[in-house]
């Protein structure tokens, strides 16, 4: 595995992966794609970010993640066919991140993915609703 900087060419699929997440969060309902993406971009140009890819296809983007602090996660995502696999790319963006497990350590994230809250929670990491947290 690779972790790199977001470059230019992976707005684009970063855009859509964070829009086609956002609207599974019942406090994103009803926001425009537009509203999403403007978010992101803010985002994306004052936190941290890294692009999680393969040694063997490196334009291939397997995850992505954007923090501000181990504690503050904006947005970590992988691509679904692998995270299917389990290959634990989750667990090793988690790991670059420098995120803690234990109720000691909640992430704050502005929004939260219903079937991703109860997946952390099962993995030892608490996770709390911050949704201005992008805009602090």
Request: charged fraction near 25%; charge should be positive.
């Amino acid at each position: 595995m690779i972790f790199r900087p977001v470059e230019a060419s992976d707005r684009n699929y970063l855009r859509d992966s964070f829009v086609r997440g956002a609207r599974s969060c019942p406090t994103a309902h009803g926001v425009s794609r537009e509203l999403l993406v403007t978010m992101l971009d803010r985002v994306l140009a004052t936190w941290r970010s890294v692009v999680l890819t393969d040694e063997d296809t490196v334009d291939e983007i397997l995850g992505w993640a954007c923090w501000r602090t181990p504690l503050e996660i904006f947005w970590l995502s992988v691509k679904p066919r692998f995270a299917r696999k389990r290959l634990g790319l989750a667990q090793a963006l988690l790991d670059y991140v420098g995120v803690a497990r234990g109720p000691q350590s909640p992430i704050s994230c502005p929004l939260i993915p219903p079937s991703i809250a109860a997946t952390a929670s099962k993995h030892g990491y608490r996770l709390v609703l911050r949704p201005y947290i992008a805009m602090e």
